[in-house]
């Protein structure tokens, strides 16, 4: 039994040994590590870690534009609206600069910026090149409201156009929120051609429905709801009966069940009433 107690004592005193020089050794360990933090946190408050890290970045920079990576080309792809000089004075990039200098994230927000823009990539292509992808709004309706009018895509974007004229073909909408909306008229529209090639405006009632204005001087009013459904019932009513070139002043679809058509007044002849189809 005593020979069993003493080799116990050993044994307990040869392990608090052990943990004794493993706790000194991660004390030191740890003490290192708490040098080290304060010396870099002494660093970060002082700048010195920013100027250092400045300073390297500055010289990879400088190497590597010794080296031949140097901005040589910037070539824009997708442009169409856009010119080429709103494109290079908004990008900010200049030739001889150092290729890997240039700040990409920063060159593709500055680009967003411009009303044609819808979504653009600036990338580098080595050794020397900015590759600029542009894809572009597509304009979609003349937007008037106030006395002005402004070119719009699908969405409603105002496009900065310096010649309206150049868009004359487009739909005109006409209201304060005529713009927001016009993309899902026109398509409206594309689904009935046989009306469509009639209209000439549309005028935006009450931020709540549309009345189309056709080129012989007819008033189709459209419902707030169910537009679709009423434009194609007046469709087949066009194909079957012709009414567009009928002497009609408007043709009223806010009834889902009826169509009221009012006509003209035609000289020393009685008014014709209103009539439903």
């Known amino acids: 039994m005593g020979f069993f107690k003493k080799r116990a004592g050993n044994g307990t005193r040869r392990a608090s040994r052990l943990w004794k020089q493993r706790f000194k050794k991660f004390g030191i360990a740890a003490l290192g590590v708490v040098v080290l933090v304060c010396a870099v946190a002494g660093l970060w408050r002082s700048g010195s870690f920013a100027r250092a890290a400045q300073a390297a970045s500055s010289g990879v920079m400088a190497s590597t534009s010794n080296a031949g990576f140097r901005v040589s080309e910037i070539v824009v792809t997708g442009r169409v609206h856009v010119s080429q000089e709103d494109i290079l004075s908004r990008l900010g990039i200049h030739e001889g600069s150092p290729l890997f200098a240039v700040d990409l994230n920063a060159a593709q927000k500055n680009l967003a910026g411009l009303s044609w823009i819808k979504s653009v990539t600036v990338s580098r292509r080595l050794p020397g090149r900015i590759a600029v992808n542009v894809t572009e709004r597509t304009p979609a309706a ?133 009539e439903n189809i």
């Open 142 to 274: 003349l937007w008037q409201y106030q006395k002005k009018i402004s070119v719009v895509d699908d969405s409603g974007a105002v496009l900065a156009a310096d010649n309206i004229d150049a868009y004359k073909g487009l739909p005109l909408v006409v209201g304060a929120d005529a713009g927001k909306y016009a993309g899902a008229l026109i398509t409206m529209l594309k689904a009935e051609p046989s009306v469509a090639e009639m209209v000439s405006s549309a005028a935006r009632v009450g931020s709540r429905r549309w009345d189309l204005h056709l080129k012989n001087g007819v008033v189709v009013m459209l419902p707030e709801k169910d537009a679709e459904l009423a434009l194609s019932r007046l469709a087949r009513v066009e194909e079957k009966n012709h009414i567009f070139g009928k002497s009609i002043t408007t043709v009223d679809l806010r009834l889902p069940d009826r169509m009221v058509v009012d006509a003209n007044v035609v000289k020393d002849q009685k008014p014709v009433k209103k």
